[in-house]
């Protein structure tokens, strides 16, 4: 039996690595990548490729119908600074696309979900060093606010209808395949280009923000781990606490400098400041380890010099 899978999103920072992902695994025909537009002729030439808008319930059923989808990779998403300035739109693609995939696998159109969930969820009010899986969420952003709202519903129809959704929440992620896409954590990113490009880099963070991050790699292991899981492992069915390494700008610049000793950073912290400020600094991800056995590749030295690596040759 072959395994037909959707990804909707597939364009986007993570969904875009877990699209050939996926298709190593499964066969490139098993995996339809779908996204509000066209996606790089490299990317539609691999496998299938749909034009799907993610608010649009029929679209994404006349696909699921189409090929006989399995499962859904929800990952089309508004992420927290850009959310920021249009919330309302924010809300409604963050919340109608997740509703829309819940509903098909209500009605047993598709067997699995996997809907992304943010460490945006917690709040100013939440324990900031090593943040339980079970604690106050209290999210002071739009994105966070979707989020915390999304886990409840997974949650609300894995006990209703039996729906086998399954999600983590991501912390910060760092790629070097896609430039960054508009959230808080992407400095950790941008840092990278910039002293490639400059040797140097302005963040909008200060110095001792700490907040937890994530090479891609690991992020896109856990997806796949998760899903692959037997579903009695996953106990969890809001969203599982994920975790690798937690570092500050100032950390993240000196693991650049060992490799590019002229490189220099400023701080300006600008609106993206408030947002980090209300996240954790490091998480506790013992649920995830425990249930169905995470376990990450990637610190902040092998990922700086991945990073630069790959960056360099780009």
């Known amino acids: 039996m072959n395994t037909t899978i959707l990804i909707i999103g597939a364009c986007g920072q993570i969904g875009s690595e877990l699209t050939v992902k996926l298709r190593q695994i499964y066969g490139n025909d098993n995996v339809i990548a779908s996204d509000i537009r066209k996606g790089t002729q490299e990317f539609v030439s691999t496998g299938p490729f749909e034009v799907v808008n993610a608010m649009d319930f029929n679209q994404i059923e006349e696909v699921v119908e189409k090929y006989k989808v399995d499962e859904v990779y929800l990952m089309a998403a508004l992420l927290s600074a850009t959310a920021e300035k249009n919330p309302a739109f924010a809300w409604d693609l963050n919340m109608n696309s997740l509703f829309h995939v819940l509903n098909l696998a209500k009605a047993e159109k598709i067997k699995k979900v996997f809907w992304p969930s943010s460490i945006a969820v917690f709040g100013p009010t939440t324990p ?16 966070g606010i979707s989020k915390q709202t999304g886990e409840r519903w997974c949650e609300y129809y894995h006990q209703k209808y039996g729906v086998d959704v399954r999600s983590i929440r991501y912390p910060g992620l760092i790629s070097w395949t896609t430039p960054p896409g508009g959230g808080t954590t992407d400095y950790a990113v941008d840092i990278y280009y910039k002293a ?43 969203s599982y606490n994920l975790s690798a390494m937690s570092f500050t700008p100032k950390e993240i610049a000196a693991s650049i400098k060992k490799q590019i000793p002229e490189f220099t950073i400023g701080y300006e912290p600008d609106f993206r400041q408030a947002i980090a400020d209300s996240w954790p600094a490091s998480i506790d991800d013992s649920y995830a380890r425990n249930d169905w056995g995470w376990k990450h590749d990637f610190d902040l030295e092998k990922m700086t010099a991945v990073m630069l690596e790959n960056l360099s040759k780009k």
């Open 128 to 143: 900031r060093i090593d943040t339980p899986q079970y604690t106050v969420m209290e999210p002071s952003t739009v994105y």
């Open 196 to 238: 490639l490009e400059n040797k140097e880099y302005t963040c909008f963070l200060s110095e001792e923000t700490a907040l937890p991050m994530m090479y891609m790699d690991d992020a896109i292991k856990a997806t796949i781990s998760i899903m692959k899981a037997p579903a009695e492992d996953v106990k969890i069915r809001s």
